[in-house]
């Protein structure tokens, strides 16, 4: 997918996006106490592409070799209950879930049952939401030899 087409899904709905440059060797994100950093302290690479303008190739700005597009979670939220029935669906788990000795759904867990006892306050509110981490073919720390699911 290009960038061109991502834009295309992506501003429709009405997402913040934050672009945070990365390293082209995937080291770091230049935020924080990197923000401010022209190369790598890792590896030393460029933090902006070269031009090649035959004399110094050095740059302080320009584009980056790499961007990270961040979505902040709670714009998407705030999204997802804009809806009444998007709404009404994300609080199904504790309006509308039929309550017996079935497990029929995640809230029927044993895992579900001890987060809601240490957490209480959290598990009386309706709205709240519960996420799974899934990603596909991220591979952070370069440790795997393939970097893609199955």
Not at 92 to 121: C, F, V
């Amino acid at each position: 997918m290009t960038t061109y087409e991502a834009k295309q899904n992506i501003c429709p709905l009405g997402l913040e996006v934050e672009k945070i440059h990365a390293c082209k060797n995937d080291c770091i994100l230049f935020l924080g106490d990197h923000a401010n950093d022209t190369e790598c302290p890792k590896c030393q690479t460029s933090r902006y592409k070269r031009k090649n303008d035959g004399g110094d190739e050095v740059r302080r700005h320009g584009a980056p070799q790499k961007v990270a597009w961040y979505f902040p979670l709670i714009p998407r939220l705030r999204h997802l209950f804009a809806s009444r029935k998007d709404a009404q669906l994300l609080r199904w788990h504790m309006e509308g879930r039929k309550q017996d000795d079935y497990i029929r759904h995640p809230a029927d867990s044993t895992q579900w049952h001890i987060i809601n006892h240490k957490y209480g306050k959290f598990a009386n509110d309706p709205r709240n939401l519960r996420f799974g981490l899934s990603t596909d073919g991220m591979n952070p720390f370069g440790q795997m030899s393939i970097s893609h699911s199955a």
